[in-house]
């Protein structure tokens, strides 16, 4: 009996929350305050969100497990909107960079920029459409935190990323021939 090959891969179908997808080892903040790690993002707590440490400026680099296509994005507020002055205001997102400080990070063209207000973070605020066609094989993304409503920290109490992965080849399932 002959051995079938694997089944080509396809793309994913449906928009999924992308956070599942983390490559979470290789995922990081920098001017994260220790008590609110970047992890809490994802927990569904806004008073447990992600807080900067020394001044308002975040650096956020998210590593995923495969190739990915990124629709959309949902920043919600720190604690249910409490200190509206911690939200963030100007986020610039890159695409694929790694390794990006703040001392270099002005300097690298965004592959996307937005303006938040503080309505776009509601809790049933709509996500944020991204540039579709420049998020279409994305393995990190790196946001940077560049001001916010006037705080000396910035908080952000979560993060959601809509998007679909894409066709990979997995070639843990192909056999060894001969």
């Not at 997808?21 to 806004?46: M, Q, T, V």
């Not at 300097?107 to 540039?131: C, F, M, R």
């Not at 940077?144 to 066709?167: P, W």
Request: with cysteine; hydrophobic share 35%; glycine share 8%.
């Amino acid at each position: 009996m002959a051995e079938q090959a694997p089944a080509p891969a396809e793309d994913g179908t449906k928009l999924i929350n992308l956070s599942e997808k983390l490559d979470k080892p290789y995922c990081y903040a920098r001017n994260e305050n220790a008590s609110y790690p970047w992890g809490n993002l994802f927990i569904g707590d806004s008073r447990l969100g992600l807080q900067s440490d020394a001044d308002e400026q975040l650096i956020i680099h998210l590593t995923f497990q495969e190739f990915v296509k990124v629709k959309s994005i949902k920043f919600t507020e720190w604690n249910n909107g409490a200190n509206p002055d911690m939200n963030p205001v100007t986020v610039h997102i890159h695409v694929n960079r790694n390794n990006l400080g703040f001392e270099d990070i002005e300097d690298v063209d965004p592959a996307q920029s937005i303006t938040l207000k503080s309505g776009d973070l509601n809790e049933i605020s709509d996500a944020i459409d991204l540039y579709y066609v420049k998020f279409q094989r994305v393995k990190s993304l790196t946001f940077f935190i560049e001001d916010n409503g006037g705080a000396d920290v910035t908080g952000i109490g979560g993060l959601q990323i809509m998007g679909k992965t894409t066709a990979t080849t997995n070639m843990n399932d192909f056999k060894k021939q001969g």
